[in-house]
């Protein structure tokens, strides 16, 4: 097969044995090779992670001990010593709330609409279209926000909210642009594809033949999705709203450009706030290295590690037990298809967002 | 003599029963209908919603970064504002090193891992694939205050830095879509590899890697899409230059950084170069993951 015999083994080939002898040590020494490599990745793999965990709780160390368990509580005062997490917890909840409010209803009926309602010609395009939207770096969608949006709200969005009656409670206040309410909308943008992509995806999972006795019943094609397919699709799409919720709460960048930065309590969603990533991006740089307030920053990072990753792992939990463990076969004499799992790389390219 | 139709041999009330029926269920589904019509077109405007942001940024990046856009504008280095013949030449260069090095730190530690998965001691194995969704759901700002405490404290700001947490990233995408194209291998090339006494790492190599390359190659170029857009890891490790920086231990510049920097300026100029900056960084991102689809088609159909 190959030519596991060099020159110098032809000669010892003449004699019985030696060349097979050769042989099996190569073998032996490349199955040790193999095992070399892949124990050598797992371990780096690990070594990798828990440095992550490691590093980042050595470095938060100090301000953690200075601040204790009051940490998730109190609010963010450096020149006070004062360095609790408080306030940009309740911004990040409040942006996480506010975007998964408005994208998830629009993810899922632009989902209905490309798994069921829409003829192929046209859904095949849109939702190439929508899952694109996944690829576009984040830094550009905060620039976009930031140049486009802002401006927009400050003078068209924020003051006409402020005219509808019943609303004054959640928009009082200046219309700056910057606001909680503008860092909701821009992280709802940059997770609808996420949303829309994996309900689609479950949508389209549900069985036929449940389909069809929902219309063998009479129903009309908007009562199939509603009592048949949106049900039947619920654990896909609840994942696809975890693993959304993650992605907005770990999104710092776009949140930064857009959200004000202010270190106070938001008292609406037009006031300028901070989430756990933006105070991360902004304290980070300023803070002097070995300092208290670096350390402070650190466990920022901690406490929005320890929530998103929460989060996350929860929707891939999710994601992984809704697909069968194994393939259904066919027939046991061999007639039924192989078993083909090729992954659908629009999936995975949506999948693969934090 | 019985009755051809059940319905002509009705009486009265039955009959009456029955029409009653009929016209209650026309009434229904009259209702129904609309309603139906009316939900189908709700999700119609779902869509537009879906939509409308989607082409918005992609109209401006385009307007606004097409005015940037120049050959020089590709090749120069920045300038200081209103100085003309400004450029992001080095960072250009700087994203090709940074995320070159990144794959090459990335990519065979995540095969390897993924062999590992697919064949380790499955205690063990499961360990893995949970250190996998741990990190893949992490923020990658923390991933860049990790790669800030690991190498920028040690060696000082510098491409490698920024290099590292974007390994970091992409890891355990690699381990995940490595892992799925390798499962898909059907169990009957093993067992072929199996009966014909063939070392296990042989059949990895010339048999289920073979098989599942199209995936592996797609998987990995998709992360690295995903790495050439990302900032947070990049903000406080890689610091920026304004020259060409070739050396990986030096500070380098890089495009996601350079559109970070320059949309917070007041300056409109500034502004124009974070828009041809995101025009360039989003046709890269866009030519990577159309050639890892297109890969995977064109590997497969050789395979064949």
Redesign the interface.
Known sequence: MTTLSAPPAVSSLAVPGVGEALARQR?KR??R???L??????A???A??L??LV??L??AAPALGHMGLSILWRGWNPQKNELGAGVFIVGTLLTTALALLLAV???V??A???AE??PRWIAGP?TA??E??A??????????G???LTPLFARDVEPFLKTVPGLDAAFHGEPLGSSILLAGVVLA?MI?PTV?ALSRVAMTGVALADREAGMAL?A????V??KVVIPGAGRGIRAAVTLAM?RA?????AVA?VIGNGSGLPHSLLSPGASL?SA??SS??EAL?GSLLKSG??AL?LV??AI??A???G???LMRTRRPAVPPRGPADGTGT??????D?GL??VE??? | MSAPAASVTLSGPQLSQRELVRATAERRIGRRRVRSRLATAACAVTVCLSLAPLVSLIAYIIDRGARTLSLGFLVHTPKPIFVPGNGIGNAIVGTLIIVGLAMAMAVPVGLAASLFVMEGPRRLSGTIRFAADVLSGTPSIAIGVFAYAVIVLTIGYSGLAGSFALAVLMLPIMVRADEEAMAAVPAELWEAGLALGTRRGRIVRSVVLRSALPGIVTGNLLAMARAIGETAPLIFTIFGSQFYALRPTAPMSAMPLVIYTDATEPFKSAQATAWGTALVLLVLVVVVSVAARAVAAVMTRKAR
């Open positions: 073998t490349r199955g090779l193999y095992a490599i892949r124990w050598a990745g797992a780096l793999f690990v990798v992670f440095a992550l590093t980042l050595q470095q209803p629009v993810g009926g632009a209905a609409m490309f309602l829409a849109l279209m929508v694109f939207l690829a576009i770096p984040s830094v550009v969608v905060g620039l976009w930031l140049i486009v943008i609808l829309v009479a009309t094609r908007w009562q999705v509603r993650g709460m770990g999104e710092a960048i450009f990533g991360i991006v980070f740089s290295p920053v650190v990072v929005l590690l998103s990753v989060v996350n792992v929707g891939q939990i192989p078993p083909t799992l090729a992954p790389p995975v390219l693969m967002q934090p």
